[in-house]
């Protein structure tokens, strides 16, 4: 079965994953993460993306970012790549992919899901064992989001503003939501779907969505094909009209 295209949602929130090739370090000291912030930037502000949370991990990268148009993401991240790749492969003397494949992107209900988002792209680093803490981490938007330094590259997106009437209640409100973590089926539902490329929300944001892009955005669900099933119950033959 050919792979469906990916699916990219003008000014609706995205989560991006991009691996390094065969679990390669793709960034191994200050200049590395630096440049690529740098190119970050400068592609997001160039394709009009907004950045709203970002890790660098050493052989992998998380970014959950707003386009305004549905060729944006793919130009941006097109774009660091033909700037970061030689850099680096230059720099350690290598050739060749330094990408595992194209990026891995999911939809995200803003409403539902952004803050959870946010959380599991920061806490990256202590999944992974790197830090105890994530303010212990370096490269990532976590100390933005808690006031302990203003970060250019980040647009806070309006859920993160509406946690909190002042850029104190709001940092408080943000750091108190992280610390209580994400339960392992939050942080295995996000990572599903993004590596899958179905949508994260809830059923109703699943459905305006097909509406507006008129394909599924989630897997379906299993047995019977729906129009067989509503054939069977005397129910006609016609798909809902979100699916239509």
Known sequence: MARLPRLVVPHQPHHIIQR???GLS???DADDHLNFLGWLKEAARQFKVAIHAYVLMPDHLHLL????D?????????????????????K????????QGR?????????????AVCHYIELNPVRSGLVAAPADYPWSSYMHHVGAKQDGLITDHPRYWAIGNTPFEREIAYRRSLEQGLSQASVD??????LKGWALGSEAFKQELERQVRRR??????????AVRASADGAGDDLPDHLA
């Open 92 to 99: 350690v003397q290598r050739s060749g992919t330094l990408w």
């Open 103 to 115: 990026y891995r992107a999911t939809v995200v209900d803003p409403e539902l899901h952004l803050l």
């Open 189 to 194: 539902a996000i990572t599903a779907a993004t």
């Open 70 to 90: 549905d060729q944006g993401l793919a130009r941006m991240m097109q774009w660091i790549g033909r700037h970061y790749v030689p850099y680096f492969n230059h």
């Open 26 to 28: 793709i960034f191994r």
């Open 20 to 22: 390094g090739h065969d």
């Open 65 to 68: 970012a707003t386009p305004s």
């Open 217 to 226: 955005v989630s897997p379906a669900k299993r047995g019977r094909p729906l």
